[in-house]
């Protein structure tokens, strides 16, 4: 798996596991597994809503590389019907998987588990899209080709 995508996932577990802990600008310093650093700024936004709480962003900036990583937190919206916070990641540095800019919407409902990431390169053309919901896994990659599974539901 790409190094960018196991630290943007790293850091959108972070960000969402410390949402509604603090009300200031909170930075500290992580390692990846392959021992780079990255300062890690989160900002907490609306903590009325502790499922998606709107406003709140974090950056990753790599002080060696000059990489930087931002989310925010920017909204709710209605998708196929479920009622999805949605989260917009950045970077500043295009690697290899040329992905520039990630949309990432996911239901807070445990039950469904829904979840959709919308991948784009740094003309705004999708990359690559990966989506969970009413029962249905669907991947589309770059070349447009797409795989659909069901996904077994917990009865």
Known sequence: M???IVVFIML???SLA???CSDKETTTTIESEDGEEYEVTYTEGDVGDEECPVGSSWTASNPSTGE???MEIVGREEIEGIEMCH???EANVIGEDNVARVDYYWSDE???GAFMFIAY???GNI???MKAMNGKMTITGEDGETIEMDIPQDE
């Open 87 to 89: 989260a917009v990641y």
């Open 110 to 112: 445990e039950e469904d």
């Open 121 to 123: 390169d740094e003309d």
């Open 2 to 4: 790409n190094r960018k």
């Open 68 to 70: 930087i990583m931002t």
């Open 18 to 20: 410390v949402s509604g």
């Open 12 to 14: 959108l577990v972070l």
């Open 127 to 129: 990359v690559s899209e």
